[in-house]
């Protein structure tokens, strides 16, 4: 679970279904978890070998040749959330272990400089036609692959036959931009897409690739890969949802999902500049749900 820490960070794959901060006690979260390994003891910087980290040019060893004993048992213990997944989503996630630390990763999520890749599996209807991206000219990531409400229904149909002539358009590889104006509701902790003129909207971006697809009897699955270019909520679920590409298992905004399947989308990347060092650093992790193998095996449709 964590990739990699020292005096300053600690970088860790979220699984999905763990939130990362939970208001009820009875509930594990992340930061209790995190919180749990910092008090076990000393530590030495990590990568696990599960994971992949890589382009890391200044975090292979601890850096700073100290071992927690000596940072004394306040900064051993503390630990600051600079950014969130929501719990259903899996990925890479940096904590900052000094006030310092989340301030410098905090600007850094601000002036956009902190990356975030994601990939995800979407789900397509008989008449969209993905082209045949059997062999993508794209780079992957150095990782190896082992009750919705009417409201909703028209927010992720309204736009689906208007944008499927364009989703039969696309090439391979081809990055593609998406914006909409999206409104949160509280009352069931979901968004949906407004017009632009709605006071309650904010503006959502973000890019995205189909990288490859999969072709099973029942249906036609893409894997994209996607940047989000602002960070709204549950944003890149509602935006590839309203443009007739929902997520596969995403019980909110894919009313024909198999609600047995976990939502597929995971936070494949994160890049930030070291608080300390001042170096870029890239950390990669694989998505684990099941879904995302078939794309990866040699027989791909």
């Not at 935006?239 to 298992?249: I, N, R, V």
Request: include cysteine; aromatic fraction near 6%.
């Amino acid at each position: 679970m964590i990739l990699y820490e020292d005096r300053e960070i600690l970088v860790c794959h979220k699984l999905a279904g763990i939130p990362v901060q939970s208001a009820s006690v009875r509930e594990k979260d992340m930061v209790s978890i995190l919180k749990n390994h910092l008090a076990e003891g000393s530590f030495t910087a990590r990568s696990d070998s599960a994971h992949s980290h890589k382009e890391s040019s200044g975090c292979a060893g601890n850096p700073y040749g100290i071992p927690r004993r000596q940072t004394g048992i306040d900064s051993a213990l503390s630990l600051y959330v600079v950014h969130r997944l929501d719990q259903p989503v899996e990925g890479v996630l940096v904590f900052a272990k000094t006030k310092r630390a989340a301030a410098d990763l905090s600007r850094q999520i601000t002036d956009g400089s902190m990356k975030k890749t994601y990939w995800a599996v979407v789900e397509t209807s008989p008449d969209v036609e993905f082209p045949d991206v059997k062999s993508p000219n794209v780079e992957f990531p150095d990782v190896e692959l082992s009750d919705v409400k009417t409201l909703h229904e028209k927010t992720l149909h309204a736009k689906s036959e208007e944008r499927a002539d364009q989703n039969a358009q696309q090439e391979p590889g081809e990055w593609h931009t998406l914006v909409d104006y999206l409104v949160k509701d509280g009352r069931n902790n979901t968004s949906y897409v407004s017009d632009q003129k709605d006071k309650a909207a904010k503006r959502a971006e973000l890019q995205y690739r189909i990288l490859r697809q999969w072709t099973s009897a029942q249906k036609t699955l893409a894997l994209v890969e996607i940047n989000l270019k602002t960070g709204r909520h549950h944003q890149i679920r509602v935006q590839m949802a309203h443009a007739g590409m929902p997520l596969y298992g995403d019980r909110k905004y894919n009313p024909q999902c198999d609600r047995q399947s976990s939502l597929a989308l995971c936070a494949v990347s994160l890049t930030f500049r070291h608080p300390a060092t001042k170096k870029m650093e890239t950390f990669t992790v694989q998505p684990s749900a099941e879904v995302f193998n078939p794309f990866f095996e040699k027989t791909i449709i």
